[in-house]
């Protein structure tokens, strides 16, 4: 049964956000590295393939299923068929999500349980949102044979992320990339004019000079045999 973690919204970090209640954690609690997602930022506006990383289980006990909490803000997610893993996309009521529709979790379900020692990741493919300067996060709940962690912690305005045990994975919404359309098109196509015209005129003048060039080799070479002409009529003087 897939894990609720809607407790935890909003999950929009920093400036306007408020706090979230952390799940508690059931069983062996985890040690060594968190749940991670990258990259750590992208740009918005941007579709951008983010990678889930479990890097262990519940300490000696292996995972089962891994649950990722999806953003609001997040415009459209795809997951990565998982060859040892189930996928669904559920709405917020917890039914699965229709085509096209809203999606608030992507839940892993493993064939057989991922050995504690060893990780595994889980792709989405998602559609970033349009405004950039805010930070999403990403809380991952982590089902094991023998318990579970939720990494669904985010900092307060004057906590340092890394002081939480148990943080929630997040993404920084950066600014869009420059795709060289719209109004710099234009721009470029003007330059691309004046770089045309500025390329006939020196096309023009190549053309003269080259011409200019022919024609002094014409008159060289009638000179040429205009002289020598000269000269063999002075060696055969008329009889």
């Known amino acids: ?13 920093g400036g306007a956000v408020a706090g979230a209640t952390a799940l508690v954690v059931a069983g062996p609690a985890l040690a060594g590295a968190h749940v991670t997602v ?6 918005a506006g941007s579709y951008t393939v983010l990678t889930v990383a479990v890097p262990h289980g519940c300490e000696t006990s292996g995972t089962t299923e891994v649950a990722i909490e999806i953003p609001e803000e997040i415009l459209a997610v795809t997951p990565t068929v998982h060859a040892n893993w189930d996928v669904v996309r559920l709405a917020a009521n917890g039914s699965p999500a229709e085509a096209g529709g809203s999606v608030a979790q992507v839940v892993y379900s493993a064939h057989t349980p991922l050995p504690h020692d060893l990780r ?5 493919s998602v559609r970033l949102p349009d405004e950039a300067g805010q ?37 920084e919404i950066t600014e869009p ?11 470029g196509d003007d330059t691309a004019e004046e770089d045309s015209s500025a390329g006939s005129g020196t096309e023009a003048m190549t053309v003269a000079g080259f011409g200019t060039g022919l024609a002094g080799v014409v008159l060289g070479g009638a000179a040429l045999v205009y002289a020598h002409r000269r000269t063999r009529s002075g060696d055969h003087p008329a009889r």
Do not use: K
């Open 1 to 13: 049964m897939p894990l609720s973690i809607s407790v935890i919204r909003p999950v929009r970090v």
């Open 38 to 43: 990258n990259p750590g930022e992208a740009p």
């Open 120 to 124: 595994d990741a889980f792709e989405l």
């Open 135 to 171: 930070t999403l996060a990403f809380p991952v709940v982590q089902s094991c044979e023998d318990g579970q962690a939720a990494w669904v912690e985010i900092a307060a305005d004057d906590e340092d992320p890394h002081d939480l045990e148990y943080p929630a994975p997040l993404v």
């Open 177 to 187: 990339v420059d795709d060289g359309h719209g109004a710099e098109t234009a721009a």
